[in-house]
């Protein structure tokens, strides 16, 4: 996406025009429809504004990034000016109507927590096309109605005439944004944090079934890097603020967990291994399962009724594994997740993924089954590298973890998939010995018949943040398909 000029985007008059001309100036790959109210606020302003600048107008009004959006949160900035590092920002708010000045300065200091990440120094406007007026944000926090000579002498400073032509991405990613309050836990306590627009929507609809419903049992599902978690920890704040409430996490608890015990009001946090049928918080007025579907069932069963007996709510997020639910990858027999949304009363699914590296993900889904080569992503993040014995593994082992890799040891014990629930990690290493195969329909397996080292390997890659490295030791044919992989290449 390409930075574009106001002034020559806005010399046609209609909506659908400007829409085109928009595509054709910004390099967009998709299509995006401007609508009447924007078309006639994009004009206005930079009518206003070519108007005070007069001969400099056509210069100052290059380089605006319109209608951003930062991928896998959906939140949008109207309009923005970058400087090339990135330092200095100039943000744009185009209203067709007033809104009232609380929604404006709002919306201005969620702007400015987005934007706060990148740029040093950040320069807040709101335009209002109906009354004509400008709003300000300072970076001291003082809101109010300026003039139009001030938006001017921001165009005019000289950090943002060497502004950005494009590739804004770089200054925005998903994961500065999208914290897990078990590893950050101090940015959660802190506030630190926004909902995507899809956790917005599942919070209000779960906080108004439980107006309706107070002993309603309610569960959303998702893949790792959805959000789960923070959506929970966040009911758990709402909740926590009128009643006491009950925490559980299915897999033990790790020092973010024992951090926000520590700190949270009104929140006990407590392991699903901790957790004893005659020992029931008598306080407790909500329960919230995180990993539910990880849970031991008659535990489950346990709170389940206990919450059934007292009236109160039960809330759990699980992980439905759809990549693992597939014919040759084995399944527990208890279908917990089955039975999790048989005594729901709302249940609702997170689509996407907005924390995982998308690239990992995608060589995930390939790695397990070689048929599903859907999309061509960029696996530059991703090592792919043969040991033919112990003693070179040793070596690229010692390697990787003086560079800060997480070895992640495929073993395929239960216990080891239990051990990074919840966890996430920036780099990750795993190691695939000759257990593992391809069978004859292209699907990874393992010789020993287990599914423990499918899921071991599916927890481990899909919690990688940033890099992988994958080494195969052993198995030159297992490599060289996975290596196909790594290089976009049909040759398996």
Request: aromatic share 10%; charged share 25%.
């Given at each position: 996406?390409?930075?574009?000029?106001?002034?020559?985007?806005?010399?046609?008059?209609?909506?659908?025009?400007?829409?085109?001309?928009?595509?054709?100036?910004?390099?967009?790959?998709?299509?995006?429809?401007?609508?009447?109210?924007?078309?006639?606020?994009?004009?206005?302003?930079s009518d206003m504004l070519a108007e005070h600048l007069k001969e400099t107008?056509?210069?100052?009004?290059d380089g605006f990034f319109f209608s951003y959006v930062i991928e896998h949160?959906?939140?949008?900035?109207?309009?923005?000016?970058?400087?090339?590092?990135?330092?200095?920002?100039?943000?744009?708010?185009?209203?067709?109507?007033?809104?009232?000045?609380?929604?404006?300065?709002?919306?201005?200091?969620?702007?400015?927590?987005?934007?706060?990440?990148?740029?040093?120094?950040?320069?807040?406007?709101?335009?209002?096309?109906?009354?004509?007026?400008?709003?300000?944000?300072?970076?001291?926090?003082?809101?109010?109605?300026?003039?139009?000579?001030?938006?001017?002498?921001?165009?005019?400073?000289?950090?943002?005439?060497?502004?950005?032509?494009?590739?804004?991405?770089?200054?925005?990613?998903?994961?500065?944004?999208?914290?897990?309050?078990?590893?950050?836990?101090?940015?959660?306590?802190?506030?630190?944090?926004?909902?995507?627009?899809?956790?917005?929507?599942?919070?209000?609809?779960?906080?108004?079934?439980?107006?309706?419903?107070?002993?309603?049992?309610?569960?959303?599902s998702g893949a790792a890097g959805t959000g789960k978690t923070l959506l929970?920890?966040?009911?758990?704040?709402?909740?926590?603020?009128?009643?006491?409430?009950?925490?559980?996490?299915?897999?033990?608890?790790?020092?973010?967990?024992?951090?926000?015990?520590?700190?949270?009001?009104?929140?006990?946090?407590?392991?699903?291994?901790?957790?004893?049928?005659?020992?029931?918080?008598?306080?407790?007025?909500?329960?919230?399962?995180?990993?539910?579907?990880?849970?031991?069932?008659?535990?489950?069963?346990?709170?389940?009724?206990?919450?059934?007996?007292?009236?109160?709510?039960?809330?759990?997020?699980?992980?439905?594994?759809?990549?693992?639910?597939?014919?040759?990858?084995?399944?527990?027999?208890?279908?917990?997740?089955?039975?999790?949304?048989?005594?729901?009363?709302?249940?609702?699914?997170?689509?996407?993924?907005?924390?995982?590296?998308?690239?990992?993900?995608?060589?995930?889904?390939?790695?397990?089954?070689?048929?599903?080569?859907?999309?061509?992503?960029?696996?530059?993040?991703?090592?792919?590298?043969?040991?033919?014995?112990?003693?070179?593994?040793?070596?690229?082992?010692?390697?990787?973890?003086?560079?800060?890799?997480?070895?992640?040891?495929?073993?395929?014990?239960?216990?080891?998939?239990?051990?990074?629930?919840?966890?996430?990690?920036?780099?990750?290493?795993?190691?695939?010995?000759?257990?593992?195969?391809?069978?004859?329909?292209?699907?990874?397996?393992?010789?020993?018949?287990?599914?423990?080292?499918?899921?071991?390997?599916?927890?481990?890659?899909?919690?990688?943040?940033?890099?992988?490295?994958?080494?195969?030791?052993?198995?030159?044919?297992?490599?060289?398909?996975?290596?196909?992989?790594?290089?976009?290449?049909?040759?398996?």
């Open positions: 996406m390409k930075a574009v000029n106001l002034h020559l985007l806005t010399r046609v008059d209609d909506s659908e025009t400007m829409s085109m001309l928009f595509q054709a100036l910004s390099g967009r790959s998709s299509y995006k429809a401007i609508s009447p109210h924007e078309a006639a606020s994009l004009r206005s302003l107008a056509l210069s100052l009004l949160i959906g939140k949008e900035f109207d309009l923005l000016k970058v400087s090339r590092d990135g330092e200095y920002v100039l943000n744009i708010e185009l209203k067709s109507e007033d809104i009232g000045e609380e929604r404006i300065r709002k919306q201005l200091e969620q702007n400015r927590y987005y934007l706060s990440h990148s740029a040093g120094t950040i320069y807040s406007f709101t335009y209002v096309t109906e009354t004509g007026r400008l709003y300000r944000l300072s970076s001291r926090g003082h809101f109010g109605a300026c003039t139009l000579q001030d938006l001017a002498e921001v165009l005019q400073k000289p950090a943002l005439s060497d502004h950005l032509e494009e590739g804004i991405d770089r200054f925005f990613r998903a994961s500065d944004y999208l914290i897990s309050p078990v590893s950050s836990p101090d940015s959660f306590l802190q506030g630190q944090y926004f909902l995507t627009n899809q956790q917005f929507d599942f919070r209000r609809r779960i906080l108004a079934h439980l107006k309706q419903e107070p002993a309603a049992v309610i569960s959303f929970l920890f966040d009911l758990a704040m709402a909740l926590s603020k009128k009643n006491w409430v009950l925490f559980v996490h299915a897999g033990p608890l790790r020092k973010g967990h024992l951090t926000l015990n520590e700190r949270l009001k009104n929140v006990e946090i407590r392991s699903g291994y901790e957790i004893r049928s005659d020992d029931f918080p008598p306080e407790c007025r909500a329960v919230l399962i995180d990993e539910a579907d990880r849970l031991d069932r008659t535990i489950l069963d346990f709170l389940l009724a206990h919450a059934g007996r007292l009236c109160i709510p039960v809330i759990m997020a699980y992980d439905p594994h759809h990549l693992l639910n597939e014919p040759w990858i084995s399944q527990p027999e208890d279908h917990t997740e089955d039975f999790i949304r048989q005594v729901s009363t709302l249940s609702m699914e997170f689509t996407g993924n907005i924390r995982i590296n998308r690239p990992v993900y995608s060589f995930l889904c390939t790695l397990l089954n070689l048929k599903d080569r859907a999309g061509r992503s960029d696996y530059s993040c991703i090592d792919v590298l043969y040991a033919n014995d112990q003693e070179e593994l040793q070596k690229i082992t010692a390697y990787y973890r003086a560079r800060e890799y997480e070895l992640i040891t495929a073993a395929g014990s239960p216990e080891s998939e239990k051990n990074i629930i919840a966890q996430e990690y920036g780099r990750v290493m795993m190691v695939l010995d000759d257990d593992y195969f391809y069978d004859s329909d292209l699907h990874l397996r393992t010789r020993s018949g287990l599914s423990e080292p499918l899921r071991l390997l599916y927890e481990g890659l899909s919690r990688t943040r940033e890099n992988l490295c994958l080494v195969v030791m052993g198995s030159r044919e297992l490599f060289l398909k996975i290596l196909s992989v790594k290089l976009h290449r049909n040759e398996v």
